[in-house]
């Protein structure tokens, strides 16, 4: 079946510092990644997605590579900001039409401090 | 961006009565929905997938005569928890595909439900 691990958290961070939180997965075939991001007290949000291999997904100054050789899905910010404390969650969908049921990882909880 | 609501975002009940939670895609038309459940600082489990106009589907270990889905129209699916416990209080979220792009999905807010 499908599964998503990821780093557990929670990580804490200066302000400025380089954040880098991993998601590995298990899946048959090719999948779709994503990033999600859940801010206190908000629903989840898209934050960047992959399709396929060596695709690199960014937004928000957030990046993460397909890595098919390695099944992974790093997420990587080079200098991070006290609004980018949320929980971040790294998920699958298979490739396959009408079936879009997403797997979730744990979620990692990111707090920067000023 | 496409648009989810949930409706209530919070609802504190007795133990034993029910309780419906509203999802509605507000600029979109969802012929799929999925019913999420989120424990404190866990990660979302998929609990069922909606179908406009069919019966829903569930996972496995859930129950479908305690959590009730109806998705009666193409912007509307309902989640009715029966006869609630204590055990049943939760962060329940539910998500529609995009249209054009299924494997890309817009969250609700979610509904906190707290059951005495």
């Known amino acids: 079946g499908n599964s998503v691990t990821q780093m557990e958290g929670p990580v804490t961070l200066s302000e400025e510092a380089f954040l880098t939180i991993n998601c590995t997965y298990t899946?048959?075939?090719?999948?779709?990644l994503f990033w999600y991001v859940q801010y206190p007290g908000e629903g989840l949000q898209l934050l960047l997605k992959?399709?396929?291999?060596?695709d690199k997904g960014s937004n928000k100054g957030f990046e993460a590579t397909y890595r098919k050789e390695t099944t992974s899905f790093h997420l990587e910010k080079g200098s991070v900001q006290v609004s980018d404390s949320a929980v971040y969650f790294c998920?699958?969908?298979?490739?396959?039409?009408?079936?879009?049921?997403?797997?979730f990882g744990a979620g990692t909880t990111v707090t920067v401090r000023a | 961006g496409a648009v989810v609501s949930q409706h209530p975002s919070w609802v504190i009940c007795k133990s034993g009565t029910s309780v419906k939670i509203e999802c509605r895609s507000l600029?979109?038309?969802?012929?799929?929905m999925f019913w999420y459940r989120q424990f404190p600082k866990q990660s979302l489990m998929l609990m069922a997938t909606?179908?406009?106009?069919?019966?829903?589907?569930?996972e496995q270990g859930v129950e479908k005569d305690k959590f009730l889905i109806n998705h009666a129209s193409l912007t509307l699916s309902t989640l009715t928890v029966t006869s609630a416990h204590p055990e049943d209080s939760s962060f329940y979220i539910c998500?529609?595909?995009?249209?054009?792009?299924?494997?890309?999905?817009?969250f609700g807010p979610g509904t906190r439900l707290t059951v005495l």
């Open positions: 998500s529609a595909p995009a249209v054009g792009a299924g494997d890309t999905q817009y």
């Open positions: 899946a048959t075939g090719y999948p779709s």
């Open positions: 992959a399709t396929k291999a060596d």
């Open positions: 998920a699958l969908s298979p490739l396959r039409s009408n079936d879009y049921k997403l797997s």
């Open positions: 600029d979109f038309q969802a012929t799929t």
């Open positions: 909606s179908n406009e106009g069919s019966k829903a589907t569930y």
